[in-house]
């Protein structure tokens, strides 16, 4: 019996290995080639560029705050919110006092900032995203900051609204998803915007 | 169009791509498994290793040479993990401790992928590679051996023999696995998942702050973490992370994948068996089960009950925008009805009878449909255990599919009722019984029980999703939750081995006057009923004083 274990052990640690260089090294390295060969952009993580420069992801979101910029969902990746080297959901509970307080917390300021009633401050902006690197807020929740945005920057509010017009994405053949609006793509969008002037 | 239409077509369109691929895969794999030549690159395999691809193996050989081959894997994998400071493409991550190494090796051998660490800041790119995500691959072909040696017991007769372990997992990842998760992965990859091999790179962001922007070979991971039921994340936000799951697409293409083997199977169990009829059967109790499931807890997500999402005005906790409510239900429901444990969305911030549902559809033993070959494995339990009770109201002896169920029969399939619901409830005690691993709930009263008896339900039934409001990087939650995890898989596996031996050993009966059909509505109603008394016996106490105490208060 005992030898019998040893002798099954031993097959084992063999067909382990060869079976390891396969699934292991053979199939992530094709996929590599044919990835950085056929879909380089979106393989080395759909960066995006200002002015020759890496900015970020546009999968990835960034933390924004301050009246000048759209700001992004609330963040539980570390700390300060939007760490890609800490990914992750508050993990708090339906009941739990901790995050009612700070829902409270995030309606009060988001109406104050945007100057908008307390009972209009839309859902995705009192919660945290299950990634803490959510890239997207809700097309509500974007055009209730362009008010506030334009001001900031002194531009027409017209043209800063018709930008989030721009940037809202539907659902996904009509019904995968949600809608929703890429707060970096639209924040690039408006400094390029204030670089060319507030035009007519 | 509105959130429930959109969130309806969304489900027809994934039943309607499961509907269109389960004849043929299903066909494909009996196939893989009904016998036939070796392909050259398995025959390779064989003489590389020494292995005689031709022995018919009893069930005592079949499960010696399963345990042999798991145990190596774990110790391999502990190791790799132990080690993995000195090894290349380590990115700066120093070896796991001990007992940390212990409970991931277990995790990803026994096709559970419970994660205590966050992929990001704990593994470099190659122990991930080339470490778990083999598991996901082997764990995945070891559950479709068992399944089809179990389905063994029923279409051979008069012999002792179940068929060839090494062959079964050979072909499974060669045949079946292999090819499927790199279609997957290149799907993935061309819709904006990431696959490379760059180290973390700080950048500016736009506002002035820095970023660090991660990497890793994540698209043919992901393929085969949702493929193969795994679900270990190549990060810590697992499948609600962009580089994993980077739209609304790849996101219902991903509950696809996790559901496509399982769904697949009773067809293979059907031409294996020679009667496609039973294998309708139980995929119409899957179904069941599985459609309830997501209408329980769809609805509870979209009518936001609860404190904080009345607040809200939403159940958004925890949720991704782009995916939203229904779209995130949808895959929490069939990560957990699978025995997948990827997450697009925060279970723990769900709705408390929405999050109750998805801890008790691990509780129902995971067979709608179940894990890769664990699901159908406990589906065809759950069908004995059906007849025998139908035998004991008519009061004749049970038969399914022309085999006896007799006290030999009866014993392996109470003892693997009873192991799953031993590791789950044991280890739940334990853990409230202790000041020390009580301390690390996060969320207070009923909802932290829910936590800790999730925990353990995850582990125990080879899931692997988190309540990840608790902490378990300590050494007792990765010993007891890495133990949960060897007791829930393995014991249960040989449970079916010697199951299906008795099986096998048997000459059919022939079909008479007072044979309980089962291929028709009334089996396949008591076989959903079974399977929702056997989880409310054990498990009704434990859900009552978590989230039904929670959803009441």
């Known amino acids: 019996m005992g030898l019998q274990v040893l002798r099954q052990a031993a097959a084992g640690l063999r067909v382990l290995v060869v079976l390891s260089l396969l699934t292991g090294a053979l199939y992530p390295v094709a996929v590599w080639g044919i990835a950085q060969l056929a879909f380089e952009h979106g393989a080395d993580g759909s960066r995006v560029g200002d002015r020759g420069r890496t900015v970020g992801s546009s999968l990835i979101g960034q933390d924004f705050s301050g009246p000048r910029w759209f700001h992004s969902r609330p963040s539980a990746a570390g700390p300060r919110g939007y760490d890609p080297l800490a990914s992750g959901a508050s993990d708090l509970g339906p009941e739990n006092g901790t995050l009612l307080r700070q829902v409270r917390q995030r309606r009060a300021a988001a109406a104050a900032e945007d100057g908008v009633a307390p009972g209009r401050v839309p859902p995705d902006a009192l919660t945290a995203s299950g990634s803490g690197l959510d890239p997207h807020v809700s ?32 659902r996904l053949l009509g019904f995968l998803g949600a809608p929703r609006v890429n707060v970096l793509e639209l924040n690039l969008a408006l400094e390029r915007l204030g670089r060319r002037g507030p035009g007519p | 169009m509105g959130e429930a239409g959109a969130g309806l077509l969304a489900i027809g369109l994934l039943v309607l791509a499961l509907a269109v691929v389960h004849l043929p895969l299903g066909a494909y794999m009996a196939r893989v498994y009904g016998g036939g030549r070796h392909l050259a690159v398995e025959r390779l395999v ?67 992928n419970w994660q205590w660490y966050a992929g990001e800041s704990t593994l470099g790119h190659l122990v991930q590679m080339a470490g778990l995500a083999v598991q996901n691959f082997l764990s995945a072909a070891v559950g479709l051996a068992v399944a089809v040696a179990l389905v063994r017991g029923f279409a051979r007769s008069d012999t002792d023999r179940l068929g060839n372990f090494w062959v079964d997992l050979v072909r499974g990842t060669v045949r079946i696995l292999l090819p499927l998760a790199f279609l997957a992965a290149i799907v993935l990859v061309a819709a904006g998942a990431v696959q490379n091999f760059m180290s973390p790179e700080q950048v500016r962001t736009l506002a002035g702050g820095t970023q660090s922007l991660v990497g890793g070979p994540v698209a043919s991971q992901e393929a085969i973490k949702e493929l193969g039921t795994n679900g270990g994340g190549f990060f810590n936000a697992n499948s609600a992370h962009p580089f994993e799951n ?63 999402p009345q607040a809200v005005g939403a159940s958004l906790e925890g949720k991704e925008q782009q995916f939203g409510v229904w779209n995130s239900a949808l895959f ?54 059906t007849v025998f009770l139908a035998g004991l109201m008519v009061g004749r002896t049970p038969e399914y599919l022309g085999k006896k169920i007799r006290q030999r029969e009866t014993t392996f399939v109470a003892l693997y009722v009873l192991a799953m619901p031993f590791a789950v409830l044991v280890g739940t005690g334990l853990a409230v019984a202790f000041p020390g691993p009580r301390a690390t709930v996060l969320n207070p009263r009923p909802h932290g029980l829910s936590e800790v008896l999730y925990a353990y339900a995850s582990t125990g039934n080879n899931n692997g999703s988190a309540f990840a409001g608790l902490g378990t990087d300590t050494v007792f939650y990765n010993t007891t939750l890495g133990l949960a995890m060897l007791v829930g898989r393995f014991l249960p596996i040989v449970f079916v081995l010697a199951l299906a031996g008795a099986l096998a050993r048997q000459r059919p009966v022939p079909v008479g006057e007072g044979t309980l059909p089962t291929h028709g509505p009334l089996f396949v109603g008591m076989l959903v009923g079974v399977v929702l008394v056997v989880a409310a016996l054990a498990f009704f106490p434990g859900l009552a004083l978590g989230p039904v105490a929670e959803g009441l208060a």
């Open chain 1, 139 to 170: 097309p509500g929740y974007a055009r209730r900051q362009s008010a506030r945005v334009a001001r900031a920057r002194g531009l027409p509010e017209r043209r800063v609204a018709a930008l989030v017009g721009d940037h809202v994405r539907g």
């Open chain 2, 46 to 112: 064989y003489r590389v290793t020494r292995v005689d691809p031709d022995a018919d193996q009893r069930w005592t050989g079949y499960a010696l040479s399963l345990l042999g081959f798991s145990a190596v894997s774990v110790l391999f994998l502990y190791g790799f993990l132990r080690l993995q400071g000195d090894l290349p493409l380590s990115l700066g991550s120093s070896g796991m401790p001990a007992d940390g190494a212990f409970n991931t090796a277990v995790s990803f051998v026994t096709n559970t």
């Open chain 2, 246 to 308: 980077p739209n609304p697409f790849t996101n219902l293409f991903e509950v696809f994948l996790l559901l496509l083997i399982p769904s697949a199977l009773p067809r293979t169990f059907g031409r294996l068996i020679g009667s496609t009829r039973q294998g309708w059967a139980l995929l119409a109790a899957m179904a069941v089960l599985w459609a309830g499931s997501l209408v329980a807890v769809t609805a509870a997500e979209a009518a936001h009950q609860g404190t904080v």
């Open chain 2, 332 to 385: 929490a429901t069939a990560t957990t009805m699978t025995s997948t444990g990827a997450v697009d969305s925060s279970h723990d911030s769900y709705t408390a009878l929405g999050g109750g549902v998805l801890l008790l559809n691990m509780l129902l033993g995971e067979v709608a449909p179940g894990g890769t070959g664990s699901g159908l494995y406990g589906m065809l339990v759950a069908a004995v255990l």
